[in-house]
């Protein structure tokens, strides 16, 4: 299929996009990597009235170290951020989770905001800033505003970003003294969405589990220092509060199943990694 007609908009600097929203908000789409974007174009999911491409934007393109935590750009590639230099050693959870998206071919394209934006609850990056307790900054002509990342997720492909909003930039703490994480993920296919995806934070104080692909946003719990048997109650606790549905990919059933197999296969192997 081909996309409706839109206007095409070549941002040369961000307040130009920030006069387009402002203005006409509710008919514009921000284009940056286009992997999420430019499909929903084709297939006539989204039908702007303008699409502005941010992506030449070199103030939106430098990753940095502030406070503690990685900021991300709106421009910047997936890939940029899990070829930066020493990841894994700040942010291990990205480092783990990230080759999980996609192929080369779209991390190459695909940006960390976009995914962000398009919120798929089966995605790895929107999992990773609930685990990390992350956050996004938005942007309007009324100025900037932050949003962690719990209450940014509101729904199935639904965010707290307002039509004359964008995300300019998301913060991924860093690496927690003396905390283990991991990150496993099951899906039909390399490079596919997640049927269920894990990402596990051990501290000396307790327990951390975000679950993706299984509710319509990532769901975070924390427990204390638990093993054995609590440990199964607890998994089992949260695979059934989670809205598991049966679909073309996997049963409920399937889901419920994975949350308690591979989440605690996930914590212990936080576990291992801790100290």
């Known amino acids: 299929m081909k996309p409706a007609a839109f206007d095409y908009v070549r941002a040369a600097h961000i307040d130009e996009v920030m ?151 998301a913060r991924f703490p860093s690496r927690r003294e003396g905390a283990g994480y991991a990150f496993r993920e099951f899906a039909r296919r390399d490079g596919d969405f997640a049927i269920v995806a894990c990402a596990a934070v051990v501290t000396t104080e307790g327990i951390e589990l975000t679950v993706g692909g299984v509710d319509d946003v990532p769901v975070r719990r924390q427990w204390g220092r638990l093993e054995g048997s609590a440990l199964d109650d607890a998994l089992n606790e949260l695979a059934w509060s989670l809205s598991a549905r049966d679909d073309q990919h996997a049963d409920a059933r399937l889901r419920r199943d994975l949350v308690r197999s591979m989440g605690r296969a996930t914590i212990e192997e936080a576990q291992a990694c801790s100290g």
């Open 19 to 169: 006069a387009l929203l402002g203005e006409e908000g509710d008919v514009v789409r921000v284009l940056a990597g286009g992997q999420s974007l430019v499909a929903m174009l084709n297939m006539r999911l989204a039908q702007p009235g303008v699409v502005v491409d941010i992506s030449r934007l070199d103030a939106l393109k430098a990753i940095r170290q502030d406070a503690g935590a990685v900021v991300v750009p709106a421009a910047v590639r997936q890939a940029g951020l899990l070829q930066r230099p020493g990841l894994a050693g700040t942010h291990p959870l990205l480092a783990a989770a990230m080759p999980w998206i996609g192929h080369p071919q779209t991390r190459a394209r695909g940006t960390v905001c976009g995914s962000l934006a398009h919120a798929d609850p089966s995605a790895e990056l929107p999992l990773c800033l609930v685990a990390l307790e992350g956050a996004v900054t938005l942007r309007s002509k009324r100025g900037p505003r932050e949003v962690a990342a719990v209450d940014f997720f509101q729904g199935l492909m639904t965010t707290a970003c307002a039509d004359d909003e964008m995300i300019v930039e």
